[in-house]
């Protein structure tokens, strides 16, 4: 297909840090007498730390001033900080080291394009920074997903054009910023919780040698 960027996501592609965002997310709705449910939290995935904060808000019809919500959002990140800290390589999601050994020694560049803000933290925790050209995170982009900014930037400061790039997200909003970006787009789960993607496996662990030399 002669692709030659490897956009990942970080949250539940890499590592799976979507579990731990879902309880310190459930944490702060808890605190505005809403429970925060699976179906909520699969719509809050890809959304930077505000927006997700905006969502429950909405969700719990709550209002709050500039003040408290950067209270809530400090919060939000101190209590999922205490479980990031304990991640450690063994927490890198099953085939993604294989695919990151495989695309590295294949000469296709690899690099990080989240919405996170502890992006580099935790590919520093799985040890696994080295095979990133590039990081970009969500200390750097303007627009969160699904703007597709992040991913453009991406594109942009490797110097490969938006046709040559392959995003792998788990994330409907980071699907969207992909096709917007022009990239082709790989879903990472149930395909039922997707749309408008280009290839969809359950996890890394189906994404075997010859799925991604048919990718790039
Ligand atoms: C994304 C996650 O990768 O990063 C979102 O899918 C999260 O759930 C966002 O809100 C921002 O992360 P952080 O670490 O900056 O709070
Ligand atoms: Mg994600």
Known sequence: MKHEL?????????????????ISWRKIAK???YELKT??????????????????????????DPSSFKIYLEKKNQDYLNYVREITVDDILPGILE?????????????LGSASKNA????????????????????????????PEVFLKASMEMGITS???VVFEDSQAGIIAAKAAGMTAVAIGDKNDFANYDFCY???????????????
Do not use: W
């Open 202 to 216: 359950p996890n890394f662990s189906s994404i075997n040698t010859t799925e991604l030399e048919m990718l790039f």
């Open 99 to 111: 695919a990151l050994d495989f695309l590295d020694k294949r000469r296709i560049k690899i690099a």
């Open 120 to 147: 580099r933290l935790i590919l520093d925790q799985l040890e696994i920074t080295s095979f990133f050209k590039i990081v970009v995170d969500g200390n750097q982009v303007k627009k969160s997903k699904p703007h």
């Open 39 to 64: 179906e909520d939290n699969q719509k809050l995935k890809g959304l930077s730390r505000a927006d997700s904060l905006n969502q429950i808000l909405n969700l719990a019809n709550i209002t709050l």
């Open 6 to 22: 490897a956009l990942f996501d970080l949250d539940g592609v890499i590592v799976d840090t979507a579990k731990y965002h879902f």
């Open 163 to 165: 046709k040559k790039c």
């Open 31 to 33: 605190c505005f007498n």
